[in-house]
């Protein structure tokens, strides 16, 4: 059975209920129940309860922040909030709720947490993590190396590694709709660090991303494994979604204008707006730039 096949259909969260989650990690009581191990920055696992309703939740302060040479010093955590408000203007659900909120340490960005309690001992978590720390290994679904020099059906190359004892492999990944979505995505913010830990399938058939701080940079950084697509005309939907986002964007009375514009620099902002509109006139997947690494490493 191709990977396609095997994918179920996903139904979502209603913007109703990302609205009531929203609340509930914005104003909510935090309590914070232990910190995520392994991740470059500060992450934290917490849970968030207001009304009666609990949510659990990552938190990652400001303050905790490791400084990049290439992004301004202690903003990552706003370019992951600009990146949930920037897919919920597009239409999809494919990044958990994520609100900026003041929290343990100062201001954080504090996001629903998608899988099971990190604290567990759970031998495979798919939870929010941080980089190389969180999901451990890649989605078996999503995600294989082949030793053929082609992908087989049902999968998109994405270009030739080398294992562990030095084996030549093909790298490929799963030709699903879901994760051509998010590939749109990453192109749309100029995702930075699309790895293969950054992709959450959860039991009801959505597919969920995360790790979105290294994003919306003015320069060309586009950095993931889902260049299966590269050239090739956008899905059906997918042009009607963008030019959605593209009047969002132009208004800036709306509130999707003026929350994004609050997370990111006006330099970022019209370079948002510049993708978008490179985008519909081009009615293409981008293709690697050449002046950046194209693909994340770690893999995972």
């Not at 920055?41 to 400001?62: M, S």
């Not at 706003?78 to 343990?104: H, K, M, N, Q």
């Not at 978590?125 to 890649?138: H, R, S």
């Not at 993708?275 to 194209?294: F, I, N, T």
């Amino acid at each position: 059975m191709s990977a396609p096949e095997r994918i179920p259909a996903q139904p979502g969260m209603t913007p109703d209920q990302q609205e009531e989650t929203g609340k509930i990690l914005a104003h909510g009581r935090l309590t914070v129940l232990g910190r995520i191990p392994g991740a470059s920055n500060t992450v934290l696992y917490a849970t968030a309860e207001l009304g009666g309703r609990t949510v659990p939740c990552v938190c990652k302060p400001v303050a905790g922040e490791r400084p990049l040479w290439d992004f301004p010093e202690g903003n990552l955590a706003r370019r992951e909030v600009a990146a949930y408000e920037v897919c919920r203007a597009l239409g999809w659900d494919l990044v958990p709720p994520t609100v900026l909120r003041e929290g343990p340490g100062g201001e954080t960005m504090c996001q629903l947490w998608v899988g099971p309690d990190p604290l567990a001992g759970d031998p495979e978590p798919a939870g929010e993590g941080e980089g190389e720390g969180d999901a451990g290994a890649a989605p078996g679904e999503l995600l294989a190396l082949t030793e053929g020099p082609e992908a087989g059906p049902g999968w998109r190359a994405i270009g030739q590694v080398e294992t562990a004892d030095g084996t030549p492999a093909l790298l490929v990944h799963a030709d699903d709709p879901r994760l051509r979505r998010l590939a749109v995505l990453d192109a749309v913010i100029n995702n930075g660090d699309r790895k293969g830990g950054h992709l959450l399938p959860q039991p009801d058939g959505r597919l969920l991303g995360i790790d979105h701080g290294v994003t919306f940079h003015t320069e060309d950084k586009l950095r993931t494994l889902l260049w299966g697509w590269a050239g090739e005309p956008l899905p059906d939907g997918v042009p009607q979604a963008l030019r959605t986002l593209a009047d969002a964007l132009a208004d800036p009375a709306g509130a999707p204008a003026a929350r994004i514009a609050e997370l990111i620099s006006p330099a970022e902002y019209t370079a948002l707006r510049e993708r978008v509109a490179d985008l519909l006139r081009a009615g293409r997947h981008p293709r690697p730039g050449g002046e950046w690494p194209a693909i994340p490493w770690p893999l995972i």
